[in-house]
Nanobody, 119 residues
Framework: QVQVVESGGGLVQPGGSLRLSCTTSGIIFGAYRMGWYRQAPGKQRELVATIDSVGSTNYTGAVKGRFTISRDNAKNTAYLQMNSLKPEDTAIYYC?????????????WGQGTQVTVSS
């Protein structure tokens, strides 16, 4: 059984910070690329940030300089540190674990956690 569980969402004022956590079980965590995605009302789900199995990261331009993705392989957990939050960051944030092996894709998603940025 594979589990991907996000936590850390909530309501925060503009300019504030939140740290999201994504804890996994049932996978070889260190072999997966971990990612954070978000979906705002009326919009498609978009990539926020990824971190691969050796620690290389990428970010969407809207969050560069404000968000930091990281991972702790010993804890099977990925994180998204979000600083200087803006109202346009409001969305449901989803954690993804993704891997290609032997021509097959292995991908798992969490249930999402709501982030609301409002005064």
């Amino acid at each position: 059984q594979v589990q991907v569980v996000e936590s850390g969402g909530g309501l925060v004022q503009p300019g504030g910070s939140l740290r999201l956590s994504c804890t996994t079980s049932g996978i070889i965590f260190g072999a997966y690329r971990m990612g954070w995605y978000r979906q705002a009302p009326g919009k498609q789900r978009e990539l926020v940030a990824t971190i691969d199995s050796v620690g290389s990261t990428n970010y969407t331009g809207a969050v560069k300089g404000r968000f930091t993705i990281s991972r702790d392989n010993a804890k099977n957990t990925a994180y998204l540190q979000m600083n200087s939050l803006k109202p346009e960051d409001t969305a449901i944030y989803y954690c993804n674990a993704d891997r290609f092996r032997g021509g097959s894709r292995f991908a798992y998603w969490g249930q999402g956690t709501q982030v609301t940025v409002s005064s």
